[in-house]
């Protein structure tokens, strides 16, 4: 039985908070028709807008492709699209059919993205700039999902938490209060309360729907001058196992992954920091550019397992991330921190390239 809880939505304020009155997550059994008027005023008393429109299957997608997937198609939520795994991932889903809504900060760098999915020809790829740190960011994800469900254009299966924020680096005498909330804001709040604001489509998917967060090595062990990083990441580790525990009676799996050491912006940003381990990160950079244009599996774009004393290439990650959350069973999936370089996971992921 379906109850709406009353007094959800009030006007005078563009802060709403769909859950605020219901707790915990394991209570809310809401459709997307329940949520589509409210989320709607408040994008629209917020002022928020969307890049972009749906496009049709003969400017974006294969037809032989989109004639074989379910209507409305699957779509995902990828933060952090712009740049590096979040833009290879979004391609990679792009790729398999999905209607893919990429977020992030940066306007012109998602638009990029989007571009290259529409020049694959594959899927459907929208840009939404969005900062998940704040609630009108979230909120403004959480109106355009509805909007795409509640039109029939896809049913959520899929969100990704990727965007992070590595500084501030440096020591805990140099650490400012206010920068530390913000790593706590992008790294561990957005993806908390966006996940929130999503769960009542996510349990309207077909066959159940995913969350995966992108984590990091930093969980699990400290590094000098990472404290903000390091402390964002173990929270997150945990807010996903205590999610995945509450919101499984629902049909919604909660899963993180390592994608270990991978080249992209923030690799960029950090071997240009100062602090005790950056030399190790500078030999892997040099490495990387070392290797890039070699043959083999990578050179011809195929998954292999990541490289020793090097970094691996962010598609090849996204790979790995779009195996876990459109092949992998979902009792297998929820709960567990995935590494890319554990063996048995790697023979896992790797067997389908084998096979195919």
Not at 75 to 88: C, L, M, P, Q
Not at 136 to 162: D, I, K, P, S, T
Not at 198 to 216: M, Q
Not at 306 to 321: K, Q, W
């Amino acid at each position: 039985k379906r109850v709406r809880p009353k007094q959800v939505f009030t006007t005078h304020s563009c802060h709403w908070d769909p859950f605020k009155r219901c707790a915990p997550f394991s209570s809310m059994r809401w459709t997307a028709a329940d949520l589509a008027i409210p989320l709607r005023l408040v994008a629209a008393e917020a002022g928020l807008t969307h890049i972009g429109r749906i496009p049709s299957q003969r400017s974006v997608g294969i037809r032989s492709l989109a004639d074989s997937l379910p209507s409305p198609r699957p779509g995902a939520v990828v933060t952090g699209a712009g740049s590096g795994i979040g833009r290879a991932l979004s391609l990679a889903l792009v790729a398999r059919g999905l209607h893919v809504v990429a977020v992030g900060r940066r306007r012109d760098a998602l638009r990029e993205t989007c571009g290259l999915a529409e020049e694959l020809s594959l899927g459907i790829a929208e840009a939404l700039p969005a900062d998940i740190s704040s609630e009108h960011g979230r909120e403004a994800v959480a109106a355009r999902m509805v909007e795409l469900c509640g039109a029939g254009h896809a049913h959520l299966a899929h969100v990704v938490h990727n965007a992070a924020l590595l500084g501030p680096v440096g020591s805990l005498k140099l650490l400012a209060r206010a920068g530390f909330r913000e790593a706590l804001a992008t790294n561990v709040e957005g993806p908390l309360f966006l996940t929130r604001a999503l769960v009542p489509l996510l349990a309207e998917a077909p066959g159940g729907g995913r969350v995966l967060h992108v984590s990091s090595g930093a969980a699990h062990g400290p590094i000098q001058g990472w404290l903000s990083y390091c402390t964002s990441k173990a929270a997150l580790l945990q807010v996903m196992r205590c999610l995945d525990q509450e919101l499984a009676c629902q049909g919604v799996r909660v899963g993180s992954a390592m994608p270990g050491v991978v080249d992209t912006p923030m690799q960029e940003e950090l071997r240009a920091l100062e602090f005790p381990d950056v030399g190790h990160f500078r030999v892997l950079g040099e490495a990387a550019k070392g290797a890039a244009g070699r043959g083999g599996s990578e050179g011809l774009g195929l998954p292999v397992a990541p490289p020793e004393g090097c970094l691996d290439r962010p598609e090849n990650v996204a790979d790995f991330l779009a195996w876990l959350l459109l092949d992998v069973r979902p009792e297998e999936f929820g709960g567990r921190e995935w590494d890319i370089h554990d063996p048995t996971t790697q023979r896992q992921w790797l067997a389908r390239r084998d096979i195919s």
